[in-house]
């Protein structure tokens, strides 16, 4: 049985790549995909110096080898994937 059949429709296919790759659907610019935690995390952090951005990837970065539960563990993986935007958008 091939995956797609076993996740049947299109957003519970997301959901598990999201879940298992830690990937983050959320695009900085249009919030498409963004749930409101990464929005609010989005508005507080373009705000912030590029200095500030580097720091909390670096930080963030570290903590995501750590042990945490599996919920923040995610939350990790989409603020990491939220600076790594914000990274590219100022070339850092």
């Not at 298992?20 to 507080?44: M, P, Q, R």
């Not at 912030?48 to 970065?61: F, G, H, I």
């Amino acid at each position: 049985m091939a995956m797609c059949d076993e996740l049947g429709d299109e957003g519970r296919m997301e959901d598990y790549v999201v879940e298992v790759s830690g990937a983050s659907l959320c695009n900085i610019k249009t919030h498409d995909g963004c749930t409101d935690k990464e929005k609010e995390f989005v508005e507080k952090m373009s705000k912030a110096s590029d200095s500030e951005v580097s720091k909390q990837l670096a930080r963030l970065s570290k903590m995501g080898d750590g042990s945490m539960k599996p919920d923040l563990k995610q939350w990790v993986k989409q603020r990491v994937a939220i600076l790594k935007q914000l990274a590219k958008e100022s070339n850092l």
